[in-house]
């Protein structure tokens, strides 16, 4: 059949929920359709509605038949099981869906075993009970299966007629209220994901649609009630060949019922599952699923209704149907009672946005209201695209589950690499670190690198009189982000060690051993080899042991590029040389010490400051281009102020100019009873904290100096009386930039 040899049609789509409202939007859509009638149709179908029921046969036929229609496409299987397409047919008009006796795949599930029996198509075990006096026999052939099983009403139950016990007293009583029902068929308990493989049959040759996956319990993470099915996606990832499936579960079925006098003309849908053992017949459905039709349907590039009609003709084989290359994600937005009977949700919260990729179905009022699908080249861009559609228009109070495909985007993953999580390259991390941590290692250092931990001799400091160990965790803060983006790997490695010694020193703690944290969000064996070097660097100056570490690569927590550094030090001190000295007071003069930066500090203000300044740019005052001048590794004190505190005393005090600044840090150290004055201007200030200053004019003195340390990197409280003596045991310059004054252990700056 060609398009240009048929004449338009007048067509009935019979049904009225979200699969029929997509039925109707695709007949509509075709050029061989001149007018569209949908009964019942909802709000929202196009056509006109026809207020007539889908069950009402008698009725339908006479519509059919006084409006001259050309082609009836049935939707549900009520409509089927109660003969419509058999009374459409014998008026002599093209109907899509089988006749009673071919949909009997459908409404009874026995006919479906012993048809699926004598063709031996796959399945699990079953029996069948026709009336309630099998009651015992049902009961016996469970409790002799010793298996889980599935209970389902042998005939059609809307969807609700099957029950998946999970325990043994809900099995039972389920056997037993189905029997007060009708025919019941119970089943094996089958594991492992389902499918849904729907084609097209024109008596003689089925066409298969992509494989689908519905998503049939109504709880997230497939648990609770099952239900007529919270979304779908099409195509499904099945490690199985569509042509192959089709030639085992439908061809056969399609042959078989010729055979018999009744030809199956319509779409035949096999639910099946895929379990270890290959993929076993769940059940027959003999129209479209709902909500698969809700995603198969808008893959469908070709013309729906030329399909139909080569299906009514017996002309499938030479029909094309051409399939997009998409994948199509429903969600579908149910009532809040559902699946119990309950309200309808009320009105959309926002239009619909009128886009190709995002589509929504009206369904049943009170029910399964709408399906919001998302059409896009890959299943995770589908799910945002119907995710996003379901966010924006979902009435209050809607129930959808959130976990749509989750089973897909999870099967995607073969290795852990998959993942985003790379052993080998783990190892080849730790291959090339090696080195450089060794460089650390003295006879202090028992075992190796790969240990669970890091083991370290103390007898070295078993001369000391009364050895306090001091500790310090800390990190670098935002800096590292800055490093990541400029690739200056080994910044933040000497950072995080320095840092940490300056931490013990000003508690007059020399280190002993570090310990490191490196976390990113991909591992990279010579990023990692190069934040351990300066790690190791650091380490090595200061006659610090690199004792152990920590490298994790965390896809998903960190962005991509993205990093971290963290550590812990462990220092000595003897008792009676822990700082700060209780003798502070007034009178005292406070030295400091330069920074070599920002050090490891106000970052998230520098970077915000001179966001829009690539990073090679040099505006004056700077000595360096701007990023240069951000990544200064954080220095180390340990060195210049090793003299000084051998001399017991010398040194009454120390801070570590870090987060808080001159203003927050000077006050560790002071009694209660004294404030430090600091003389703002009493030291050379570096060219970037003048840049600093002229840029952030919106800061003031004090926003500045609690953010940044200025400058002055180290503070050291000393007796008036031995300024020089102690300025001559420090081999780098120092300036006195105030003293110790009454107060109460706050910074006046002036
Ligand atoms: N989605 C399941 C059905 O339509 O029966």
């Known amino acids: 059949m060609s398009r240009t040899s048929v004449t338009p049609l007048d067509i009935l789509v019979v049904g009225g929920g979200a699969r029929e409202h997509t039925l109707a939007w695709a007949v509509h859509r075709s050029s061989l359709c001149a007018k569209l009638f949908v009964a019942p149709g909802n709000d929202s179908t196009p056509g006109e509605r026809v207020d007539i029921a889908a069950h009402d046969v008698e009725a339908l036929t006479a519509f059919a038949v006084e409006r001259g229609i050309a082609l009836v496409v049935i939707g549900p299987e009520v409509a089927l099981a109660a003969g419509l397409a058999d009374n459409i047919a014998a008026a002599g008009i093209a109907v899509f869906g089988p006749s009673r006796a071919a949909a009997q795949l459908e409404w009874s599930k026995s006919f479906t075993r012993q048809v699926a029996s004598v063709l031996q198509l796959p399945s699990p075990a079953w029996a069948a009970f026709e009336s309630h006096a099998e009651l015992p026999a049902a009961l016996s052939w469970w409790r002799a299966l010793g298996d889980k099983i599935v209970v389902k009403q042998a005939g059609l139950a809307g969807g609700k007629g099957v029950v998946v016990p999970l325990d043994d007293e809900t099995c039972e009583a389920t056997i037993r209220s189905f029997f ?3 025919p019941v068929v119970l089943e094996q308990r089958l594991r492992g994901p389902e499918c849904s493989l729907l084609a097209f049959c024109d008596g003689f040759t089925a066409r298969p649609l992509p494989f689908a996956q519905d998503h049939k319990r109504l709880g997230e993470g497939d648990t609770g009630p099952n239900t007529g099915g919270m979304g779908a996606f099409a195509p499904a990832p099945v490690p199985y060949d569509l042509n192959e499936l089709t030639a085992q579960f439908i061809q056969p079925v399609i042959d078989h019922m010729r055979a018999n006098g009744t030809p199956f003309v319509g779409m035949l849908y096999a639910g099946l599952m895929l379990t270890a053992d290959g993929p076993k017949l769940l059940e027959f459905n003999c129209r479209f699923g709902d909500p698969e039709a809700q995603v198969l349907i808008p893959l469908i590039e070709s013309d729906i209704v030329e399909i139909m009609l080569a299906c009514c003709n017996g002309q499938l084989a030479n029909t094309p149907i051409e399939i997009r290359d ?3 994600l429903g969600v579908v937005i149910a009532a809040p009672s559902y699946p119990a009977t309950g309200p309808s949700l009320g009105a959309l919260r926002s ?3 009128d886009t190709d990729h995002q589509l929504l179905f ?22 945002t695209a119907a995710y996003d559609l379901a966010a924006t228009v979902a009435p209050a109070g809607s129930r959808y589950r959130r976990d749509i495909g989750w089973r897909a985007h999870g099967a995607t993953l073969s290795s852990y690499a998959a993942a985003g999580v790379d052993i080998d390259e783990g190892t080849r991390a730790v291959d090339q670190l090696k080195d450089s941590v060794e460089k650390t290692h003295t006879s202090s250092v028992l075992g190796g690198i790969g240990a669970f931990g890091g083991t370290f001799d103390l007898s070295e400091i078993m001369g000391m009189k009364h050895p306090v160990l001091v500790a310090s965790t800390d990190g670098v803060g935002t800096k590292v982000e800055l490093a990541a983006r400029a ?11 320095n840092h940490c010694i300056n931490d013990v020193l000003v508690q007059g703690a020399r280190p002993l051993f570090f310990l490191d944290y490196f976390a990113s969000s991909v591992i990279r064996a010579e990023q990692v080899a190069a934040v351990v070097n300066g790690m190791s660097i650091a380490c090595a100056a200061s006659g610090c042991v690199l004792l152990g570490g920590e490298t994790a690569e965390m896809p998903g927590v960190y962005m991509p590029g993205a990093f971290d550094v963290a550590g812990t030090l462990v220092g000595v001190v003897e008792r009676e040389r822990l700082l700060p000295l209780s003798t502070i007071a007034p009178g005292d003069v406070l030295l400091g010490m330069g920074s070599s930066g920002p050090h490891t500090n106000g970052y998230s203000l520098l970077r915000k400051l001179f966001d829009w300044l690539p990073l090679d740019a040099q505006p004056e005052p700077l ?16 060195n210049s102020l090793r003299a000084a505190l051998e001399d017991h005393g010398l040194i009454k005090g120390l801070a570590h ?15 209660p009873n004294c404030d430090a004055a600091i003389t703002l201007g009493s030291w050379p200030m570096p060219p970037l904290f003048q840049l ?12 500045l100096y609690r953010t940044l340390n200025m400058g002055v990197g180290m503070v050291i409280v000393v007796d008036a009386a031995r300024v020089g003596e102690l300025q001559a045991a420090i081999p780098e310059p120092t300036y006195i930039i105030g003293s110790i004054v009454a107060g109460t252990k706050r910074v006046q700056l002036g």
């Not at 690739?487 to 060690?497: A, E, K, S, W």
């Not at 000595?623 to 340990?638: E, F, K, N, T």
């Open 326 to 328: 998409a994948t199509a």
């Open 623 to 638: 000595d360096r281009p701007i990023g240069d001048a951000l990544l200064v590794p954080h220095r180390s004190y340990l």
């Open 657 to 671: 100019i870090t987060g808080g600044g001159l203003i927050d840090n000077v006050p560790r150290i002071l009694p």
């Open 692 to 703: 600093v200053s002229e840029v952030a004019t919106g800061l003031g003195t004090d926003e």
């Open 180 to 182: 007060t029902t009708g």
């Open 351 to 353: 239009e619909v946005p």
């Open 362 to 383: 009206r369904g049943n009022a009170g029910g399964r209201e709408y399906t919001a699908v998302g059409i896009a080249q890959t299943l995770a861009h589908a799910r």
């Open 487 to 497: 690739g200056r790997y080994d910044v933040p490695g000497q950072d995080i060690v």
